[in-house]
């Protein structure tokens, strides 16, 4: 059986299955990688000036704030779901975000990249955002292999009913 790891102010809860241990340090290089790919498009290398050039400011921030709003909001309820609110055990959340995908936070998460990539119109941060998202598939692989280790058919069954990423129309 797979531990996974918990954070040391939640490891007497039994209601967490746990996460992949680097997962947050991993964010944090992705998100230092992404700013200085970004960064240095725009003010240095210059890849992407070429469409900067063409499309109007005001395009790139019309799609950036609902993104931004929708990617904080997917981030904020799923982080309160399953750290504010404490269970008596582990149990499938299904209620809120968690019924539209079964990561709303990575979700969130992708989105707010995208939301700068959008912003910024920026080549090499598009390139980094690719690598963004396998790294957040992957860490939900991670996660949902610890969960049907300890739900079962109860975290299959959500699987089938939920997707992991893109909601269902």
């Given at each position: 059986?797979n531990?996974g790891?918990?954070?040391h102010?939640?490891e007497?809860?039994v209601d967490?299955?746990?996460?992949y241990?680097?997962g947050d ?6 998100f ?8 240095s498009?725009?003010?240095?290398i210059k890849?992407?000036s070429?469409w ?6 005001y ?13 904080g ?5 799923g982080?309160?779901?399953?750290f ?16 539209i ?9 992708i989105?707010?990249?995208?939301s700068?990539v ?15 998202i396998?790294?957040y ?5 991670y996660?949902?292999k610890?969960l ?6 109860k ?7 939920v997707?992991?990423l893109i909601?269902?129309?």
């Amino acid at each position: 059986m797979n531990k996974g790891h918990k954070r040391h102010n939640y490891e007497k809860r039994v209601d967490l299955a746990g996460e992949y241990r680097w997962g947050d340090a991993d964010q944090i290089i992705l998100f230092i990688i992404f700013v200085i790919g970004m960064v240095s498009d725009l003010f240095f290398i210059k890849v992407s000036s070429s469409w900067q050039d063409v499309i109007p400011w005001y395009f790139p921030v019309i799609i950036f704030i609902p993104l931004i709003f929708i990617s904080g909001y997917l981030v904020q309820s799923g982080l309160k779901k399953v750290f504010k609110e404490e269970r008596k055990e582990l149990e499938v959340i299904r209620s809120g975000v968690f019924g539209i995908v079964r990561h709303p936070i990575y979700l969130g998460s992708i989105l707010i990249f995208l939301s700068f990539v959008i912003l910024s119109l920026s080549l090499v941060s598009l390139i980094i955002w690719f690598v963004i998202i396998i790294f957040y598939y992957f860490i939900c692989r991670y996660e949902e292999k610890l969960l049907v280790e300890r739900l079962g058919e109860k975290y299959r069954d959500y699987m089938k009913e939920v997707s992991m990423l893109i909601p269902r129309i």
